[in-house]
Structure formats: structure tokens, C-alpha cells
RNA sequence: GUGGACGUAGCUCAGUUGGUUAGAGCGCCGGGUUGUGGCCCCGGAGGUCGGGGGUUCGAGUCCCCUCGUUCACCCCA
């Protein structure tokens, strides 16, 4: 195969998962998955594709994923549909459809799987990316703000993770961020000629968005505009500060950054972003915030709703960056070799009783010698082999051979599985 | 979409001012042990030097194009 150059390859920006990461991916999802069952989360798997407008309206003409990021196709009925490029609307469309506020409210919903952006990789970027993140659809209480900041908390905890800081803000409600916004549009047009190019074309397109400019110069022309802090109505005001009230409760260090900016426009109230040192540009983990209108814009009752998503490949970047490996690799109970001389039968049996006890076994497929199936077993990261040879099975015995000790001995027929079980639990006890 | 860096065996890389059979380590396969792994020794397989074009007597080495990877911008998980 090395003698052509391949012709199919993964598409750009796309990755194979291969043992061990992917063991250690699922370890991480499970871990997460727990996290979650444990506040009452419950598991919701929606399509991969959904109608286009779906997203259009949610996620906002204007944004970057709309405009120019998403995957789009026509079917062969002429219907327009798209690879989610993230996983709220989809949630919320889903609880709508579902009618699920008649299973009593707040819903509190999980999602896990692949997203899709059509942008230039780099380090933490990819096209086809995977989020486990939540949605608590219902309550415009601020507890619910707290809980869904602190679930990507408990999991940093849970994996070991440090070097991270939570960043919170509150971008208002329809009421307070018009005027806000407003205000920030003028004060930019008084400053425009110290703004960069694309700072200025920001100006005009989305405000907000200046605020994340890196350029030195615009850093300074914006040090005294307008926070949007000072401009948030009574009843956001409110809720902003308790919700930084509930995390202070919960132990939850956190900045108030008033000039985060996120990139969806369904957010309203609390956002929020949970930043690590050195994984390079792309640096948010996880993040979310409150949509409180969504739910309308798609056409149903007014509900209010708070979630977050959580990118895996930044995870596991973060966990292999820190030096963490909270999830080795899987390893083999059983490797049954089989001696020259031996009837491959035997070996069969034997491997399939072993595994019908629900212990994990493997022989050799390559009809190898003794020796190299000895390599094959330690390759596999075997606690055990089983020898079973001519001498052997005229006694009515099989080999025994722990290869972390170097250890063998003879066991009966009649004892292997009992044997076995012990060897095993000894093992796993003594770590 | 824009910019930079890089593309030599499965992996990590060497390859002198262009010089003619392209190397190493690791990995893989086999042997050294008539039935035994990890260490050691020996042998083997595996590369049209990303692809195409050009310069040259001659190019892995120089030039152009192209594809890919990667980092950054943009933006976001």
C-alpha cells in the first residue's frame, strides 16, 4: 500500500479515533455522562442533520456558522438540510416537537456527538468535532445558571484537571442590550479612526464583537467604552448577581469579564466560558449561556433555558497537555496459546470457555509458533496465558503464565476456571 | 477566506557546496531456545524521497505549480 500514494483519506479537519484514545475518550464520556446523571441530566440523542433554517433562525443570519461555516446539501426531495453545527437548537427543537414541558419542567437534557464546521483546522479546530454538553429547558431560575456552570467544573475536578479560569458575563435581554448595543455603536463611531480595518467593519456589523480584537491599538481605543454591566435592566441585573451569588455558594472561583463576547446570538443573561493555559488559540473548553428566546424564535411558547457545551478534543488536549492519564488502554485477561503439537481445537474450546465466563480472551489467527504468540500476548497487554500443549492436555492440565511476574505453574482441567477467577481477582485487587 | 512553516520507510528523523546501489533508531516478520514474551544477538520485508513540470550531463537536494499537513488570523467547542 506504501508503493501508491493512497487515494482516500480522511477529509481535512477530520480525525480516526483509534485505540488507545479512543478507549480513553469513551472513559472521559462516561466520567462526563456520570457527571450529569448525577444532577438529573437525562441522555437525548437528536439527528446529525436537521432543516437548515433551523439554524438560521437560532444560531443568527449575521454569525460566522451561518454565514459562511455550515454544511449544507439539498436532498433528493429538495429539502434543505444541514450537519448541526452545534447542539442547542436541535435540543430545544426537539423539546418543542416532543412536547416534553408535559414531562414536567425543568427539562434537564444531555447530548453527546459529532458537530460540524466548515473551517480552516488549526490546533483545538476541527470540521467534525464532538460535544457533550446540556440544556436545562424551563426554569429562568438562576440556580439553574449555577448548576449548569458547575457541571463542566466537576468534571475538570473529576479528571484532574487545573490551569483553567471561568469567565462569566451577562449580555441583557431584549429590553437592555439594544440600547446597550446602541451605545457601544456610538462611542465606536467616535473612535473609529483609532480601529483597525476589521475593527471597524465590526463597528458596523456586530458591536459587540470589537471587544475581542487583539490589536494593541484597538485594546486601547476601547478602554473606555461602555460596560455593558451598567446598562443591564433591573430584572438582569438581578439575575446576574445571583447567579454569580450561586457559584460563589458552590465554591466556584470565577472573573466577571464584561466584555466576553459569544458567538451565537440566541444568548441572553448569563455566558460563560471556561478558558485553559496552553492548548494554544483556541482555548475554550466548554461554554455556554441562557437563551431565553430561543424557544419562541422556533416557533413555540415563550420558555426560558440555560446549557453548555463542552468540546472533547479540547478535553483531551487539556488531560494530555497537563499530563493526565485518568483512563489506560484496555487490557486482556486471557491470551491461550497454543503449543506446538496441541490440537488447535483444544485451544478454542478452551478460549471460548473462558470467554462464556465472561473473562476476556484471545489465541493466535496467524497459526504462529509458541513464541510468537508469546510476543503477541505481551503485545496485548495479557495478565495472563494459558499454555496449552501436548504434554499438557495428556496430563489434563493446562500452563499457567502471569506475565507481569514471569510466573508459571500447572493447573487441571477441572480447576482452570475456578483457578483462573482467582488469579484474576488477586490481580485486579493488588492493582 | 488570508498568512507562515513543513512534507524522505508504519513512526521519529539523518541525508555534506546538486553526483550517481537513499540511511539510522524504533516498530513489523523470522531465526538464535526440540514448547515460552519483555533484555541481547543475527537476518529479512518495507521508500517511484507527497504529486506534476522545469533547470542540469546528473535533483531527495535548485525553481515553479499543485496537493496535503500544521500553526496563526478570522471565529469558536
Known sequence: MSDLALKYKAPRGTSDLVYPESEKVEGILRVAAA?????????????????TDLFRRSIGEATDIVAKEMYTFEDQGGESL??????????????????????GLPQKLYYLGPMFRRERPQAGRYRQFHQIGAEAIGSPDPFIDAEIISISEALFARLGLRGYELVVNSVGCRECRPSYVRMLSSFLEGVSQQLCDECRRRSRENPLRTFDCKKESCRQALESAPAIGEQLCPACREHFTATCGHLDRLGIRFRVDERMVRGLDYYTNTTFEFQFEG??????????????????QLGGPATPGVGFSLGIERLLMAVDAQGLDPFPGLRLDVFVAGAPGADRGRVLDIMTAVRNAGISADSDFMERGLKAQMKQADRLDARLVL????????RGEVTFRDLDQSRQWQVSLSMMMSELRDFLEGVKRDG
Open 35 to 51: 457527571e450529569l446523571e448525577l444532577r438529573g441530566y437525562r441522555r437525548i440523542s437528536t439527528p446529525i442533520i436537521e432543516n
Open 82 to 103: 444541514t450537519l448541526r453545527p452545534e447542539g442547542t437548537a436541535p435540543v430545544v427543537r426537539a423539546y418543542l416537537e416532543r412536547s416534553l414541558h408535559a414531562r
Open 279 to 296: 492548548l494554544g488559540a483556541q482555548n475554550t473548553v466548554s461554554g455556554g449561556g441562557r437563551y431565553d428566546y430561543l424557544a419562541e
Open 387 to 394: 499454555i496449552v500443549g501436548k504434554d499438557e492436555l495428556e
